[in-house]
T-cell receptor, first 114, second 114 residues
């Protein structure tokens, strides 16, 4: 069964600190992995997309890593800001269908305190 | 920010009413999607479309229906709303190109059926 599991479920950090969010998946055959940021009451916004051949990708203070062998990914946030408070969703796409089906994790709810 | 719009943003309606959630995009994308998301849970695909006059059901069974008469417009209709339909509904669109394709989300409609 294709699944995406994220940890921790929620996380509270102080402004300026770094944090790392984890994602494990069982989706096969694998096509790509994305990280989205979803602010409360808004739609998800893409942060990074990584294919099988990529093992790291950065977008400003966000750095995603991918280990396709162990089927794990992480999202590292550097020097957190209050605006980083949001849900971070790991999404994996398969290549077994024309649609390129997306499998969503439940997200990690990050809260940044001043 | 992506040019994809949803109206209304919030809707509270009584049981048995017919409702239509609107979704429009100005990017000329052929592929459009409807997702359902409950608090703290993953997004579930309920409908998708490859283009005009093309609609398909997604992974999650839904009593809603969709239509795609124009490229930019992908409305979702519930003929008779029930409390079990209370949820957040997210519309998305993407270009018609091989994976990985960027999927852009609207801000969502939060529906409450009393």
């Amino acid at each position: 069964k294709n699944q995406v599991e994220q940890s921790p479920q929620s996380l509270i950090i102080l402004e300026g600190k770094n944090c790392t969010l984890q994602c494990n998946y069982t989706v096969s055959p694998f096509s790509n992995l994305r990280w989205y940021k979803q602010d409360t009451g808004r739609g998800p916004v893409s942060l990074t997309i990584m294919t099988f051949s990529e093992n790291t990708k950065s977008n400003g203070r966000y750095t995603a890593t991918l280990d396709a062998d162990t089927k794990q990914s992480s999202l590292h946030i550097t020097a957190s800001q209050l605006s980083d408070s949001a849900s971070y969703i790991c999404v994996v796409s398969d290549r077994g269908s024309t649609l390129g089906r997306l499998y969503f994790g439940r997200g990690t709810q990050l809260t940044v305190w001043p | 920010e992506a040019d994809i719009y949803q109206t209304p943003r919030y809707l509270v309606i009584g049981t048995g009413k017919k409702i239509t959630l609107e979704c429009s995009q100005t990017m000329g994308h052929d592929k459009m999607y409807w997702y359902q998301q409950d608090p703290g849970m993953e997004l579930h695909l309920i409908h998708y479309s490859y283009g005009v006059n093309s609609t398909e059901k997604g992974d999650l069974s839904s009593e809603s229906t969709v239509s795609r008469i124009r490229t930019e417009h992908f409305p979702l209709t519930l003929e008779s709303a029930r409390p079990s339909h209370t949820s957040q509904y997210l519309c998305a669109s993407s270009e018609d190109k091989p994976s990985p394709y960027e999927q852009y989300f609207g801000p969502g409609t939060r529906l409450t059926v009393t």
